[in-house]
């Protein structure tokens, strides 16, 4: 070509689509991340936050004005109660956790199994435990329990039983407080049991039903499967809330009697806000997060399994 030629003009470079995606997968990345800040601040001012500055704490003398590092730490773990703290701490929140969720289970099962009319009225009844605030739905298990005009030993005089110490021996005042417990977080389960069975397709128990599967079978093979993951986040969940339970231990035992009773929650309580060792009672909290941390990976770890196999 002679060099007075004029050359064709060049063609504007073709947008590559996967560039496209690329930005308005940013596009997109960056706007949750604008909508989610509001509850991103909030978790690390509600939580991480505290975290950082009981550990902080953690590391101070009773008067907080020295660093002792981990002094705390050796003095708790040379104390008898606090190593009972923990063991009544495990079994009252897996204790608690493992009846709530049975009976929550059953309770789902029986008002799935009622007509919607009638499901409305029960699921409302059922509900009313944990509607309740719990330090007033507490005051009156305490009446029911208390040693002297106790509603409880009351009803059982009358059928010619012995009045039973239900607040004042160890292992009565660890089976109300679990009670309690009981009571105030089962509908919690049944609800969020309810609707998981209702998200169960009707086509596979009509297949099973073909295959001349019985009611149990049913409810081994088809129900359960289908429930496990809400099963296991609801059971953490419950878990997480249990463990941190102040209000029914503090008002119906007050980690009595000898400390039979206490839980982490209020233990921390009892050593940093009544005796005035707050480091100390920073301390004990600490103890919730690697419990937590233990039973968290292994319930996530078993739903994240089971997602990936379904999907």
């Not at 008002?111 to 009156?140: D, E, F």
């Not at 009892?270 to 009672?281: E, M």
């Not at 399994?305 to 999907?311: I, L, S």
Request: hydrophobic letters at 55%; glycine letters at 6%.
């Amino acid at each position: 070509m002679s060099q007075g030629t004029l050359s064709a003009p060049t063609a504007p470079a073709a947008v590559s689509p996967h560039s496209t995606l690329r930005r308005l997968a940013r596009r997109n990345s960056t706007t949750a991340f604008l909508l989610t800040l509001p509850l991103i601040l909030l978790v690390l001012g509600l939580v991480v936050y505290p975290f950082l500055y009981a550990l902080y704490l953690a590391t101070l003398n009773k008067r907080m004005t020295k660093f002792i590092g981990i002094d705390n730490f050796t003095f708790l773990f040379s104390r008898q109660t606090f190593w009972d703290v923990v063991l009544q701490s495990v079994l009252f929140a897996v204790t608690a956790v493992v009846v709530k969720a049975l009976i929550g289970f059953i309770l789902a099962h029986v008002l799935h199994a009622l007509p919607a009319k009638g499901q409305r009225k029960w699921r409302g009844m059922l509900l009313v435990p944990w509607v309740i605030p719990p330090a007033i739905s507490t005051l009156a298990w305490w009446w029911l329990f208390d040693p002297s005009y106790s509603a409880f030993n009351w009803a059982l005089a009358g059928i010619g039983v012995d009045p039973v110490p239900w607040l004042g021996q160890a292992g009565w005042a660890r089976f109300s407080v679990i009670l309690v417990n009981v009571w105030y977080g089962s509908p919690f389960f049944m609800i969020m049991y309810l609707a998981a069975l209702k998200s169960v397709p009707d086509q596979l128990y009509e297949a099973a039903a073909i295959d001349g599967a019985t009611g149990w079978q049913k409810l081994r093979f088809v129900t359960f499967p289908m429930m496990r993951n809400i099963i296991s986040i609801t059971v953490l969940f419950s878990l997480i809330v249990t463990f941190a339970n102040f209000d029914i231990v503090r008002i119906l035992t007050n980690g009595g009697p000898l400390d039979k009773t206490h839980v982490f929650a209020t233990y921390a309580f009892q050593v940093g806000i009544q005796s005035g060792d707050i480091p100390l009672g920073a301390t004990v909290s600490l103890f919730m997060f690697p419990l937590l941390a233990i039973f968290a990976i292994f319930i996530l770890r078993g739903v994240n399994r089971r997602t990936k196999e379904m999907a």
